[in-house]
């Protein structure tokens, strides 16, 4: 399975990467997996699955498929005046 920690969820990773591959032979809730990875699930904003927008309560995953976290997106203020 190919997981890829947006942003700052690399930090998560023992090794800091933002592209991982891991062996599941058993699907695995998206929940779990975060909890496997040590992502906090509040930190997530986005979860997308073969490029798909997923949610945590989705079914499970399995191995071939890609997973991406995204932590919530902010912008800067644009002064005025």
Request: aromatic share 8%.
């Amino acid at each position: 399975m190919r997981i890829h920690l947006g942003g700052h969820l690399g930090w998560y990773d023992g090794e800091k990467r933002d592209w991982l591959t891991i062996e599941q032979s058993d699907p695995i809730s998206l929940p779990a997996l975060a909890a496997r990875l040590g992502v906090p699930p509040e930190e997530v904003a986005i979860i997308a699955v073969n490029r798909r927008l997923a949610h945590w309560d989705d079914p499970p995953v399995r191995d071939g498929d890609v997973v991406e976290f995204f932590p919530p997106m902010g912008g800067g203020a644009v002064g005025g005046g």
